[in-house]
């Protein structure tokens, strides 16, 4: 049974910091690469960053690039999304995913849900202005 946890999630200042992980059971971790998304209340879910599974590359959306990072463990089954300076407008529920493919490395691709099989059930990012 495949499962994604997500953790870390929380209310921070404006300018503050977060480290999210998701702890992935139930396939080969190190064989996909796995995505982060948001989803803001009233909007759409949207494409935050993706890793590949052997954690060399990695693809970023424009939204939150130069202020975040996206790194694995594969020894641990865990993904990371370090975020830094945060804002207001970051205020969402943070949500992990893993590729549909194995092996796919990550591009322009991994920012469409489709691509990704499974999610964990997201935490929740509240920055206080």
């Given at each position: 049974?495949?499962?994604?946890?997500?953790?870390?999630g929380?209310?921070?200042?404006?300018g503050g910091?977060?480290?999210l992980?998701?702890?992935?059971?139930g396939?080969?971790?190190?064989?996909?690469?796995?995505?982060?998304f948001?989803?803001?209340?009233?909007k759409?879910?949207?494409f935050?960053?993706?890793?590949?599974?052997p954690?060399g590359s990695?693809?970023?959306?424009?939204s939150?690039k130069g202020?975040?990072?996206?790194?694995?463990?594969?020894?641990k089954n865990?993904?990371?999304?370090?975020m830094?300076s945060?804002?207001p407008?970051?205020?969402?529920v943070?949500?992990c995913a893993?590729d549909?493919?194995?092996?796919r490395?990550?591009g322009a691709?991994s920012?469409f849900?489709?691509?990704y099989?499974?999610w964990?059930?997201g935490t929740?990012v509240t920055?206080s202005?």
């Amino acid at each position: 049974q495949v499962q994604l946890a997500e953790s870390g999630g929380g209310l921070v200042q404006t300018g503050g910091s977060l480290r999210l992980s998701c702890v992935v059971s139930g396939f080969t971790f190190r064989l996909y690469a796995m995505g982060w998304f948001r989803q803001a209340p009233g909007k759409e879910r949207e494409f935050v960053g993706a890793i590949s599974g052997p954690g060399g590359s990695t693809y970023y959306s424009d939204s939150l690039k130069g202020r975040c990072t996206i790194s694995r463990d594969n020894a641990k089954n865990t993904l990371y999304l370090q975020m830094n300076s945060l804002k207001p407008e970051d205020t969402a529920v943070y949500y992990c995913a893993s590729d549909r493919a194995i092996s796919r490395d990550v591009g322009a691709a991994s920012r469409f849900s489709v691509n990704y099989a499974y999610w964990g059930q997201g935490t929740q990012v509240t920055v206080s202005s």
